[in-house]
């Protein structure tokens, strides 16, 4: 007999497997990490390599950070729906 499989929504996906990678960046050796960045070709020692982004300056935050965009959309579409029916 076949297990049942659960479906999950792609966003629970998504924090599954970044909560997967963020644990392994955590439990990674220096030398691994330096490894890492030596195959993307990051240079380690200039402040302004890729590496350092999001450790030297801080992200622009976005809207969709603090709110949840969709519920707006979909409760501007039903206000919409609502003045052109009155």
Known sequence: ???K????????ALLRVLDALAQEAIEA???EVIDAATDL???LNS???AA????MYFARPQLSDFFDMEISKR??????????EG
């Open 1 to 3: 007999m076949r297990a």
């Open 5 to 12: 499989v659960k479906r999950v929504s792609p966003d629970t």
């Open 29 to 31: 050796s220096d030398e």
């Open 41 to 43: 070709r990051m240079d």
């Open 47 to 49: 402040m302004h390599s």
């Open 52 to 55: 350092f982004a999001g450790l």
């Open 75 to 84: 409760l501007r579409s039903t206000r919409a729906d609502d003045e052109n």
